[in-house]
């Protein structure tokens, strides 16, 4: 597992970040809370409004689906009461997926959308934690690949997600709770308690390292997990932009 990020890498923007998982990149813009339109105003609480765009071409049903589960995910993370009557939009570009990305054309549609959803997720908890938005948790997230033989994959190359039994996407908040399940596939309820399992660990334990100023990576050498890199990056972020205190000292 590769992870790559970087915080605020656009400057016109209330929050932004960039997220690489396994060849699939994504850029994230946050922009909030700002005000709403009359129609789309909610008395209580924000209006989460989420975009993504493809790598290429015009934005079809992927993308709406796609709009639909991150933007139900986010509603439940963001701390929406804060911002009444105001909206919080999040855009999300897709800039790049693995190479031989023409087998996946083969695969259902489904099972497309479910190698994008990880960093999608990622990409937009970085970008709201840069833009000072209110969250009630963390979100982690991660793939999972049942092989035909029922051996489990975190890495599945094209080839293999286009082979295998089913596809898992999981994602958990820092307290452990399941907050995302999508599936596509085969599978019985065995399988299903082995990938949430191998999930949680992808996710929730060990440590990682960092390598830079503004931005961190991780490989499964150093035995890292998604929400190790989601605090290293961010710790590594306000750590830069607080050395101005030392210098002062």
Known sequence: MVLEGTLLPLRRADGSASFSRNGCS??????????VQRRDELPEEAAIDVIVRPAAGVGGVRERHLETIIQRTLRHVILVVSHPRKLIQITLQITGTPENDSILEKATQASSNLQILPPLLEASILALLSASI??????????????????????????????????????????????????????????????????????????????????VSMDSGSDATVENFV???????????????????
């Open 231 to 249: 605090r290293a990056l961010v710790g590594n972020k306000i750590a830069t932009d607080q050395q101005w205190k030392e210098v002062l000292r």
């Open 134 to 215: 209110p969250l009630t948790t963390l979100i982690t997230s991660t793939l999972v690949v049942v092989d035909s033989d029922g051996s489990l994959n975190h890495n599945p190359s094209p080839e293999e997600m286009s082979a295998a039994t089913s596809l898992h996407v999981v994602a958990f908040s820092s307290q452990g709770r399941l907050l995302v399940a999508e599936s596509e596939g085969s599978f019985d309820m065995d399988t299903w308690e082995r990938v949430t399992e191998e999930a949680s660990r992808q996710c929730r334990d060990s440590t990682g390292t960092e390598d830079g100023k503004d931005d």
């Open 26 to 35: 994504v850029l994230a813009a946050v922009n909030g809370p700002v005000e």
